[in-house]
T-cell receptor
Framework: ETGVTQSPTHLIKTRGQQVTLRCSSQ?????VSWYQQALGQGPQFIFQ???????GRGNFPPRFSGLQFPNYSSELNVNALELDDSALYLC???FGTGRQETQYFGPGTRLLVL | SQQGEEDPQALSIQEGENATMNCSYK?????LQWYRQNSGRGLVHLIL?????REKHSGRLRVTLDTSKKSSSLLITASRAADTASYFC????????????FGKGTKLSVKP
């Protein structure tokens, strides 16, 4: 167990809806990164938050947005859901940015878009 | 886009045998990490090797890194049924802000 928690564990939405996923980072960590993992693929980096600011973004459209709170927990919001957004969403926490050491992953939220 | 590619895509062995997985990547890196994932759940960190290191051990795991060939290998010795999982390499590319770039993974099946 890494101490990183995510909610909900599973979610079903329909196209066009909006979804919010939540992540609580490991104690002492101030950085949260979000990844999307499609079936049979490796995780792909969405964005990272460090001390409540976005600190890097992967190749995802603006309808993917996030927040980090003063307690370093984080949210991932996805607007106008598309079928291809169906995936496992993973968050990972770490201490600091730049040349990061180990990222500790949560169990993920499995999103199905119908 | 994905930086790394693991090889093979799938590997099936008997308990007690050794399992070797390979990873190739494209750009210069700060470090390379291996993760394990059971049945589409969260990723578990196994080992990190820095760009100036060539080999690292952790229990039954042995990782090598060849930066001239941009490749790494993960060896699991004396495998157990509990090692059945998908294994991913992830690179922390130089110039990045520390986000990890993952390959597609190797699916390892260890039969009792």
């Amino acid at each position: 167990e890494t101490g990183v928690t995510q909610s909900p564990t599973h979610l079903i939405k329909t196209r066009g809806q909006q979804v919010t996923l939540r992540c609580s980072s490991q104690s002492g960590h101030n950085t949260v990164s979000w990844y999307q993992q499609a079936l049979g693929q490796g995780p792909q980096f969405i964005f990272q938050y460090y001390r409540e600011e976005e600190n890097g973004r992967g190749n995802f459209p603006p309808r993917f947005s996030g927040l980090q709170f003063p307690n370093y927990s984080s949210e991932l919001n996805v607007n106008a859901l598309e079928l291809d957004d169906s995936a496992l969403y993973l968050c990972a926490s770490s201490f600091g940015t730049g040349r990061q050491e180990t990222q500790y992953f949560g169990p993920g939220t499995r999103l199905l878009v119908l | 886009s994905q930086q790394g590619e693991e090889d093979p895509q799938a590997l099936s062995i008997q308990e007690g045998e050794n399992a070797t997985m390979n990873c190739s990547y494209k750009t210069s890196i700060n470090n390379l990490q291996w993760y394990r994932q059971n049945s589409g759940r969260g990723l578990v960190h196994l080992i990190l090797i820095r760009s100036n290191e060539r080999e690292k051990h952790s229990g039954r795991l042995r990782v090598t890194l060849d930066t001239s060939k941009k490749s790494s290998s993960l060896l699991i010795t004396a495998s157990r049924a509990a090692d059945t999982a998908s294994y991913f390499c992830a690179t922390d590319a130089r110039g990045s802000q520390g986000n990890l770039i993952f390959g597609k993974g190797t699916k390892l099946s260890v039969k009792p």
